[in-house]
């Protein structure tokens, strides 16, 4: 197999298998990262390590675009318990403050060890002498150290794309030092935010008392000597010119138009996107907006909600549940106060490609963000980026990623039922002036902080590595 400089190893591959009338297909997928990485993988002689999202699929590396793909096999059983389960129902749980119970179960880390070695495998094959490899995410936190040990030579980067929890969380986890050794195979540990580096250099500390001194935690060595691995915050962004382009098109803005006439033209559109999933704080949104409807606070025909719910990880059952009691309250709520001609929540369980999304954002005067934890929260920056007219609101969580650099933002804690019915009165009546002011400061901070300082910035640090590595290698 042709090797690579620089592969990209993450549960997914960048591309979807489309099936069509003259066969089977890939498609780039429109995931943030893959946006993150398109300009990067065009430049260098790169690889992507994947699984290719759907059970038991077969494939053979090829090239796409000008990347080389290397499907990881993945069979139903590997999904059950490795990504179902150990992924995203131990893990994730467990690192978005425990919003619902983490299940500990030993088969499924078993399956977790077994496939971080075949992603970890396939990706020693794949890179060239002195590669840089850059790992992303949870549901790979064993391969840095796998790696490591497989190929010495490699410089290994790490991203964690969501929330590291509190070392009283963290040390819930059964199997808590292998975690955090196979993490600490990377020479660059990338997290959203300043308070997950901090969180996981502490938890390094409880478990093997290493020392950590700014972003450096020194790791002893079998020889007696030691090396530096840097855990450290990069938060991650938006393709900002890209979303600000679509904002531009004229289609697009006729677009929003047609869906503010089709909502029955009410005074204020509010808007949520998300993923369903229960870190969001769907629940509690609905909860506040029912209530203000309750109180007679806003009026159905003044106000509508569009909440769009992307279906997600739909065979775990905190899942399934959650969508449960979310179209039973949208059910209850819409039963009660729509009329004839106008809803109260327009709920929409599906996905959109990008362009109807901008079109959402343009017609929306207020976005709500009001997830109960999250990583970070991109819909939050690609609403910001759209408002080409300095106008709308950001109602924004404070225990979201983003409210670290969109101080701007109306910011609210979500537990709070009242305080957030109060936040969302108060965005609704915003005058234009206030709006202006805070989605200025809003723009400025997510259009010069975009996707590319933030591959950037990464890629830079691992640069740093590698050069480190080559010099220790000269002496
Ligand atoms: C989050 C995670 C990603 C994941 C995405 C979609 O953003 O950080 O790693 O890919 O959710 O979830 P899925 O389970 O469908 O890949």
Known sequence: MTTADFVVVANRLPVDRVTGPGGDSWRRSPGGLVTALEQVMKKVDGAWVGWPGRADLDVEPFDFDGTLLVPVKLSSDDLENYYEGFSNDTIWPLYHDVIAAPRYRRVWWDSYVRVNRRFAEAAAAAAADGATVWVQDYQLQLVPRMLRELRPDLTIGYFHHIPFPAYGLYSQLPWRRQVIDGLLGADVIGFQRVADAGNFARAVRRIHHYTTKASGITIPLQDGGHRI???????????????????????????????????????????????????????????????????????????????????????????????????????????????????AIRYLHQSYPREEMVALFLAADVMLVTALRDGMNLVAKEYVATRLDNRGVLVLSEFAGAADELASAVRINPHDIDGMKDAIVRAIDMPAAEQGRRMRALRRKVLENDVARWTRDNLDALDVARQAKLREQAS
């Open 229 to 343: 691995a840097l855990a450290k915050a990069f938060p991650i962004s938006i393709d900002a010119d890209g979303y600000i382009e679509l904002a531009e098109r004229p289609d697009i803005q006729a677009r929003a138009a047609e869906i503010r006439e089709s909502l029955g033209n009410p005074k204020k559109i509010l808007l949520g996107v998300d993923r369903l999933d229960y870190t969001k704080g769907i629940r509690h949104r609905m909860k506040a907006f029912g209530e203000l409807l309750e109180d007679g606070r806003v009026e159905v025909g003044d106000v509508t909600l569009v909440q769009v719910a992307s279906p997600s990880r739909e065979r775990v059952q905190a899942y399934a549940q959650l969508r449960d009691e979310i179209e039973l309250t949208v059910g209850r709520i819409n039963g009660q106060f729509d009329t004839m001609t106008n809803t």
